[in-house]
C-alpha cells in the first residue's frame, strides 16, 4: 500500500525530499474522501530499532454512504505492505439496522467479520473467524427494557472457544449512578458487581467488586474538557494503572504508566502517538 509507506516517510520528515503526489495512487473521485493516519506505539523506553517504535498506519476511504474500504499497515508484522485489509458496510434492512465489517489478514491469510443487527431497543451481534475451528468465535445480544420504572438491560454472551455463556445485567438507578452484574453462567467463576456513579460532570468512579474472592478493584476518570481525559485504575495489592488520553487537532497522545503495588521503582511507561496527515 503505496499511500501508507508515504505516510510514515512523511512522519519521519521526508516530506521536503520531493515525494510523489497522491493523485493517482488510487481511483479519481475517492481521493476527497480519504483518510490518512500513522501510529507510533511505544511500549518499552528501551527501544531496539525501529520495532520498537510499533510504527503502524492506516488508509480509509469512503466509497459511498454505505460502504468504506481501507487498510491497516503495522512495520512489525510486514514492512512493505499492508497486514489487513476490511471493508465496512452498514445499511437498513428489516425495519433494522445491519453492519458488517469484515477484515483479511494478509499475514495470516484469514478472515474476520463482525455481523449487527439493530432495531429499536434490541441488538444482535456475531464475531467469525475463519481461523477458529468453530467459525462463529462469539454471539452476543442485548435487549433494554423497563423495570420498576427504571431502565434495564439484559446482555448474554457467548463464546464457543471454552463453551463460555457470561450475562451481563445493568441497572440505572438515575442518570447519575448504574449497577452492572456480570456472571459466568457456564462454570462456577466469580461474578463481578460494579457501581458506576457522575460524581459531577468532570469526575466518575466506579468500585468492581468480585463476589467470589472478595477482591476490589476501582476506577477513577476524571474529564479534563475537549475530549482529553485521565483514568486511574486501582487494584489494592497488585497495581496502580493511569492512563491520560490528550486530543490535538493532528493527532491523540495516550500516556500509560503502571506501578507495581508498593514498588515504584519498577513503574513502567508507554505512550501511543496517532498522526492524522
Known amino acids: 500500500?503505496?499511500?501508507?509507506?508515504?505516510?510514515?516517510?512523511?512522519?519521519?520528515?521526508?516530506?521536503?525530499?520531493?515525494?510523489?503526489?497522491?493523485?493517482?495512487?488510487?481511483?479519481?473521485?475517492?481521493l476527497n474522501n480519504c483518510r490518512l493516519s500513522t501510529t507510533v506505539n511505544v511500549k518499552d523506553t528501551k527501544l531496539n530499532g525501529l520495532s520498537g517504535l510499533n510504527l503502524g498506519g492506516n488508509f480509509e476511504t469512503d466509497v459511498n454512504d454505505d460502504l468504506t474500504v481501507g487498510a491497516d499497515y503495522d512495520y512489525n508484522?510486514?514492512?512493505n505492505t499492508p497486514h489487513e485489509v476490511y471493508a465496512r458496510w452498514s445499511g437498513n434492512q428489516g425495519g433494522g439496522k445491519v453492519g458488517v465489517l469484515a477484515r483479511l489478514n494478509l499475514n495470516k491469510k484469514s478472515t474476520t467479520a463482525e455481523l449487527s443487527?439493530?432495531?429499536?431497543?434490541?441488538?444482535?451481534?456475531?464475531?467469525?473467524d475463519s481461523a477458529n475451528s468453530n467459525v462463529v468465535e462469539e454471539v452476543s445480544a442485548s435487549h433494554k427494557?423497563?423495570?420498576?420504572?427504571?431502565?434495564?438491560?439484559?446482555?448474554?454472551?457467548?463464546?464457543?472457544?471454552?463453551?463460555?455463556?457470561?450475562?451481563?445485567?445493568?441497572?440505572?438507578?438515575?442518570?447519575?449512578?448504574?449497577?452492572?452484574?456480570e456472571g459466568d453462567v457456564s462454570a462456577p467463576r466469580g461474578s463481578l458487581l460494579r457501581v458506576s456513579h457522575r460524581i459531577n460532570a468532570n469526575n466518575a468512579v466506579t468500585p468492581e467488586l468480585n463476589l467470589e474472592s472478595g477482591h476490589m478493584n476501582y476506577e477513577y476518570e476524571r474529564s479534563l474538557g475537549e475530549g482529553n481525559s485521565l483514568t486511574a485504575n486501582i487494584n489494592p495489592n497488585e497495581?496502580?494503572?493511569?492512563?491520560?488520553?490528550?486530543?490535538?487537532?493532528?493527532?491523540?497522545?495516550?500516556?500509560?504508566v503502571n506501578v507495581p503495588w508498593g514498588n515504584a521503582k519498577d513503574a513502567d511507561v508507554s505512550f501511543k502517538r496517532n498522526f492524522n496527515l
Open 1 to 30: 500500500m503505496s499511500r501508507i509507506v508515504l505516510a510514515l516517510a512523511l512522519f519521519f520528515g521526508s516530506a521536503s525530499a520531493g515525494l510523489p503526489s497522491l493523485s493517482g495512487i488510487v481511483p479519481d473521485g475517492l
Open 77 to 79: 508484522e510486514c514492512e
Open 117 to 128: 443487527y439493530s432495531n429499536g431497543d434490541t441488538s444482535l451481534k456475531a464475531k467469525i
Open 145 to 181: 427494557l423497563s423495570a420498576a420504572g427504571h431502565a434495564l438491560t439484559l446482555a448474554p454472551k457467548y463464546e464457543t472457544d471454552g463453551g463460555k455463556a457470561t450475562l451481563r445485567t445493568r441497572f440505572e438507578l438515575n442518570d447519575d449512578t448504574h449497577l452492572e452484574l
Open 239 to 256: 497495581n496502580i494503572e493511569l492512563s491520560w488520553k490528550d486530543s490535538g487537532a493532528r493527532g491523540a497522545w495516550t500516556t500509560k
